[in-house]
């Protein structure tokens, strides 16, 4: 199979069910989206050697791929019948691994200053990365009609949502393994 098929040099892509749609079309910017934050999540990944956090982040890049599929179909399509359902569960896993992480680390009384380790600002890239996905789900929910398709995205959203928690907690756990001090913002006094 070739990479490349020359069907969209005319400025549309191809859905999943098979729909041209132009390559600004609201499903193709989010699914963009988070194929990015896909990407940033696999490069946080790569760039840890060791421990529990790496087989997180792939469980994170393929629920992300999953839900890649889901944003890839637009209302009624007949494929929708063949994905599998996301789960409450994938979003209490992800407040499951918060919370253990939240009890190993000291309590926060200051902003952090996103950095720290290498591998801790990536992982504050991501989040970021992460809550505009949140944001381009957001907006394609409100123009998506009630039905079981509009709540599949909107298990994307609150997925997303708390997906930005536990990379902003990550991003600590990364600092602490390493022994890098977080950076606190002071507030400046006008």
């Known amino acids: 199979m070739k990479v490349y098929t020359k069907t969209g040099d005319s400025g549309t892509t191809a859905l999943l069910g098979g729909e041209r749609v132009s390559k600004y079309h609201p499903h193709i910017v989010v699914y963009g989206e988070l194929d990015e934050l896909n990407s940033l999540v696999g490069m946080l990944h790569a760039s840890l050697t060791t ?10 890049q393929a629920d992300l791929f999953q839900m890649g599929a889901w944003l890839a179909l637009l209302p009624g399509s007949p494929l929708i019948e063949r994905l599998a359902p996301l789960r409450e569960e994938q979003v209490r896993q992800l407040e499951e691994q918060i919370d253990i992480w939240q009890g190993e680390l000291p309590e926060l009384k200051s902003f952090v200053l996103p950095g720290g380790d290498s591998s801790a600002a990536l992982a504050h890239l991501a989040r970021t990365v992460c809550r505009r996905t949140e944001r381009g789900v957001c907006q394609l929910l409100d123009a998506l009609p009630e039905g079981a398709y509009r709540i599949q995205i909107q298990r994307v959203a609150v997925y997303l949502n708390r997906l930005s928690d536990a990379l902003f907690m990550l991003a600590r756990v990364i600092n602490v393994m390493r022994g890098v001090s977080e950076n606190v913002w002071h507030p400046v006094a006008h």
């Open 51 to 60: 421990g529990t956090e790496r087989e997180f982040l792939l469980g994170v």
